[in-house]
């Protein structure tokens, strides 16, 4: 039986390319994008696909995607929450209103969409289904020139893991965590924002974000299309994993940052433990 998906951020990159995994297995898809209409994805027709305008900055149009996915199809098995972009330079050079923008979309928006996909699928019948989260390695680690855009994606991982404590067994949701290194999408390219205070970039002239991105856009080691494809499995795998990282700079990020982590951890362990209620003396 065919699962039906709603994928968000599909005009390009890991959205695009999951649309068409899911589509290419048999499956149904309900694309968005600010601009729908101009979605072209293969293997799409009248029956399988179903094209829908969401703005993250205009959470209203949340439930009508629902709305029009549950009419056309029935049920909703997978939400991938991809929407998002990338907020880049050194934090001072950031003014509030981008550090807002970028938690009301890469956050607040996925959250909306999230509550949105909870309620849905632990009321339908059967209940259950699954929700990713495209977040980043950005979400395990910070990076230098990505202060606020890492605070989203970790924000998000916080938020879905301890939501992955909430649910109910029976509602059968599983919840996954994307954390993706360098893919050749247009994330460092014309989605990428740079810091609207350029008076201050002399300032961190050792940080020169524009040109490392520049120079990085198009050169990284991870395909977008076997990310999808990646994602999709995920998607319809019988026990995905909580958290996951994508691409071969991820994997050894992630190995470094255990590895340090646990060695801080037992480096400091004696301050740690020594912080506990001294027992009652008789």
Known sequence: ?????????????????????????????????????????????????????????????????????????????????NAGYGLSGPFETLTEEQCRKQMEINYFGLIAVTRKAVETMRTQSPPGGVIQQVTSIGGQRGVPGFTIYCSSKWA?????????????????????????????????????EYGGHRDLESVYDHLNMRETMGKRHGTQVGDPAKAGKAMYDLAVHADPPLRIVLGSDAFGAMETKVKTYGESIQKWKSVSLGTDVDEDKK
């Open 1 to 81: 039986m065919a699962r039906t998906f709603i994928i968000t951020g599909t005009t390009t990159g890991f959205g695009h390319e999951m649309a068409k995994a899911a589509l290419a297995a048999g499956d149904n898809v309900v694309a968005t994008a600010r601009t729908s209409s101009k979605l072209k994805i293969d293997g799409a027709n009248d029956k399988n696909f179903l094209a829908v305008d969401l703005d993250l900055l205009k959470p209203e149009g949340i439930d009508k995607v629902f709305k029009q996915a549950k009419d056309k199809f029935g049920r909703i098995d997978v939400v991938c929450n």
């Open 156 to 192: 998000v991982e916080g938020f879905t893991e301890a939501l992955s404590h909430e649910l109910k067994p029976e509602w059968n949701i599983k919840l996954t965590n994307i954390e993706p290194g360098g893919f050749r999408t247009e994330w460092a390219g014309a989605n990428m």
